[in-house]
């Protein structure tokens, strides 16, 4: 599922109330049937800024995880070289075969993001959180990013939360769009797409994502005019 | 490298030879400001003396050197990690740190005498604030996302301090080594100056009473040659254990 909406209508915070990082003000947040309390262990984020860190190699930083979980003694992470071989596994996957002992310097933004993603997958969480993941990257990357993530998606499991500004995006990965208003934030419609699974780019100029585009862009600027 | 190295070298030497000639020249009285070769004729007489009393300013500055780095960590660290403690300390040692250490030295002579004490304490004094500055930066501007990508694993607050607080504040805690230890330097050389009875501070200190203007030049000479090489030790460690944070 996707979220589309204003800026601060509360997108972000939103991920963040589902993934327990910050408390609810008011209400309750359910994952799974239970009510969230603390920050959730079975969760992978992306975001925007794919911070990795500069002073491991890539195929270090997809261990990371891996370290985190083992000190806390948890079943996800039985050896060390196991996980070794699903992070090179992952990366084949994401097109970056070959660039484990690389430095994330060393690599492009759109490499970076790859690699981010594949950490936010690599412990095979059942809920992946993304905060415009793709935004900082230029329109052919971004593209190809989402290809990318609908082959991860048709290859796992998991439930995909998605925030994002762009409409496209939205359409082309989710499978239900919430539109949210601002102030107050509030989801204001919601949106099937009907497209089945695998997409293609080119279905994006087909008549039924363009149809479902103008209505949401209109929706959102509805409700940016009411504000203003 | 060698172009960095030798460089410097050149200008200097080409400094010396100007001094040389300018001496004479000027008719400048030896008293007043020896030539080159005379300050070296000095230090070659008294080599002995001048290594004991660098030797003891040395191990001073290290000392204290030492300290300010325990006490900067674990302050640098407090400070970055708890907003508490950042709000609680800060302005004092804001405040501790604008004291002009020269004028603690005579207080720290009244309580421990004169000697090597008062030395190794305004060493540290003067050290350790950069390094806390620097490494309760690093901590403080972790990223707010790598912290939720931790979280999120079920990573509790001393492993995320772990695994990317504290390498992440090591570029910062290295570049501050370098200010650190000039400062330790400068520290021990002050007190020297006014309460000891060895170190090059004190050497110069009785070389300028006695008039001798060559050996205080020598003096200065080795305290430019031991921050310099102090200096180039920290920056060198620096540079192979934190290469990455630079951008070639």
Not at chain 2, 179 to 188: D, L, N
Request: glycine fraction near 8%; hydrophobic fraction near 50%.
């Amino acid at each position: 599922m996707a979220f589309v909406g204003p800026s601060g209508c509360g997108k972000s915070t939103l991920l963040k109330l589902i993934a327990g990082l910050v408390p609810a003000t008011s209400g309750s947040v359910m994952v799974d049937g239970r009510l969230v309390r603390g920050p959730l262990k079975n969760v992978g984020m992306a975001f925007q800024n794919p911070v990795l860190l500069p002073w491991r190699s890539v195929l270090n930083n997809l261990l990371l995880p891996f370290e985190i979980l083992r000190e806390n003694g948890d079943s996800r992470a039985p050896d060390r070289a196991l996980w070794r071989e699903k992070a090179v596994a992952l990366l084949r996957t994401v097109g970056l075969g070959g660039a484990e002992d690389r430095q994330p310097r060393e690599l492009s933004g759109g490499m970076r993001q790859r690699v981010s993603l594949c950490r936010a997958l690599i412990h095979e969480p059942a809920l992946l959180l993304l905060d415009e993941p793709f935004a900082a990257l230029d329109a052919f990357t971004r593209e190809e990013m989402w290809e990318l993530h609908q082959t991860l998606r048709l290859h796992r499991e998991f439930t995909g939360v998605l925030v994002t500004h762009d409409l496209r995006e939205a359409v082309f990965l989710a499978q239900t769009i919430y539109v949210m208003s601002t102030n107050p934030g509030r989801i204001a419609h919601v949106h099937q797409v009907t497209l089945p699974f695998p997409r293609t780019l080119d279905q994006l100029y087909g008549a039924e994502a363009t149809e479902l585009i103008r209505l949401m862009r209109d929706q959102i600027r509805s409700t940016r005019e009411r504000t203003a | 490298m060698t172009r960095r190295i030798a460089l410097p070298f050149l200008v200097f030497v080409v400094l010396l030879l100007v001094w040389e000639l300018a001496v004479p020249l000027f008719r400048i009285q030896q008293i007043v400001l020896p030539a080159p070769s005379g300050v070296a004729g000095t230090m070659m007489r008294t080599a002995g003396p001048i290594a004991f009393h660098a030797r003891h300013t040395l191990v001073t500055t290290l000392i204290g050197f030492g300290a300010a780095v325990a006490l900067g960590l674990l302050l640098g660290f407090a400070i970055g990690a708890s907003a508490t403690v950042h709000d609680a300390l800060y302005p004092l040692l804001v405040g501790f740190n604008s004291i002009p250490k020269a004028a603690v030295v005579p207080l720290l002579v009244m309580w421990f005498g004169i000697g090597a004490v008062p030395a190794v304490l305004t060493a540290f004094l003067l050290a350790f604030f950069p390094i806390a500055v620097n490494v309760s930066v690093g901590l403080a501007t972790l990223e707010s996302e790598l912290r939720d990508v931790l979280r999120v694993l079920g990573a509790s607050r001393w492993q995320i301090f772990r695994k990317v607080g504290v390498p992440r504040t090591m570029p910062l805690f290295f570049a501050s080594l370098k200010v650190a230890i000039s400062s330790a330097f400068v520290g021990s050389v002050i007190s020297e100056t006014v309460a000891s009875n060895a170190g090059i501070g004190y050497l110069m200190a009785v070389a300028t009473s006695d008039f001798n203007t060559r050996l205080a030049f020598g003096g200065l000479f080795v305290l430019a040659v031991l921050g310099v090489l102090l200096y180039g030790v920290f920056a060198v460690i620096e540079r192979r254990l934190t290469g990455w944070a630079y951008t070639d």
